[in-house]
């Protein structure tokens, strides 16, 4: 069965967001046998919604409305039944919310790769270590 897995992306070239809650979509990939299969590109309403903010520094401030607001926008996108997401960054709203969904993050830097592809391989080894076959 494998598990999913979640990728923050620009689309489907599969370049990697480095602010998660920005990245227009989401790469679903499903990993079993130590292999990565592409599933799908779900949207993230989260970054549509924010679009007009622009690329500068956007924080919201920590809060119970802001975090089931992320929230709102994973459920949206079904991240929930991924186990893992990879990111390079994770404001605090959507750490908690993606915490609140049971999904959990895995941290790369952008060293390891700029598209999901270029991740493989420190991926298998970080799923592996975790005990992810």
Known sequence: ?????????????LQIVTRTGRAPYFAIYNFENGEFQFLELRENGHAKEHHDHGEGAHQEPHTQEEIEHHRHHLRKANLGECKYIV????????????????????????????RVPDLFPKLRQILQEKGEE
């Open 1 to 13: 069965m494998g598990i999913k897995i979640a990728f923050p992306v620009e689309g489907e070239e």
């Open 87 to 114: 990111v390079r960054a994770l404001g605090p709203n959507m750490r908690d919310a993606l915490a609140r969904e049971g999904v959990t993050p895995i941290k790369i830097s952008k060293k390891d790769g700029e």
